[in-house]
């Protein structure tokens, strides 16, 4: 374990913006920067950027502190003992990246690498909403569905590096098509894409909504609409509601947490979407989980990849690294 002095820098890879921040041992956010990330370059001058960024960071380390080392979420599947990126999807050439190596030859310091959305349930396990418990089942719901789970203390990355992607657990199996090319899958029903996907559909068709007057026609439009009350806008929220609460019992059913988290952009909408959650996964779930059941709302918002990547630096072995 890094020393009470040691500092850790953490890397958030996104697709049009990377985040880089500085952390001391016991967790606290000490400085954030964003920096584009041009992609479109390809992996050698993003991996020159990162670098560059982090070097600037280590400039703000206090007198007397040290590094423990560096830790980035990848928003693609990785294998987190290799650091090796198999292919990320919003970074065009990024095809079996050993972004571990390359990141650590730049700058020439301990790198670890893992998914964002497995990092930013450690993240909440270690540093937010999660802090505390033992299991944990995260979820992230915004264009699509991520997730992360955390048994006994430690990341669950299965044999490949590839646990934790619940957004394609089939749901329905003549549902709708999911972005990865299935139909029904948890992601294709719950998440903001699905939300707006039926909205656009349906809002033609319903003269008297709101939807229909609504430019652009997001997501969190139809959450608000939801809010004042249009009939339509419910009606989609409650049913994005209902299949995330119908995941987090099938989620439950297989882990047993202690508490499940939800993030991302769709977690922030109204008490109505919220509601529809809780009924809809106590309504799923089988009798002898409910009385220990927990589902709340995320702790660290948009900076969970940031503290799980540090979190997976301050302790690897719980990283599954």
Known sequence: MPSASAHVIAVDLGGTQFRVALFDAAGRLLRREAFPTHGEQGPAAVLDRIAAGCRDMLTQLPAGGSLAGVGVAAPSPIDPK?????????LPGWVDIPLRDELARRLDLPVLAGNDANLAALGEWRFGAGRDHGDLVYLTISTGVGSGF?????????????????????LQLDGPLCSCGKHGCFEALASGTAIHREAVRRAPLAP??????????????VDEEAERGDPLARELMEAAGRATGAGVASLVHIFDPDIVVIGGGVSRSGPLWWDAVQRSAREHVLLAYLPGLRIVPAGLGDDAGLF??????LNPAAAGA
């Open 82 to 90: 290799r650091g090796v990126v198999f292919q990320a999807p919003n």
């Open 150 to 170: 955390v048994s006994a203390g430690r990341l669950l990355v299965g044999h490949s590096g590839l646990a934790g992607e619940a957004g394609h657990m089939v």
């Open 208 to 221: 008297d909504s709101a939807l229909g007057r609504r430019d652009p026609l997001t997501a969190a439009a």
């Open 308 to 313: 799980g990547a540090a979190a997976a630096v």
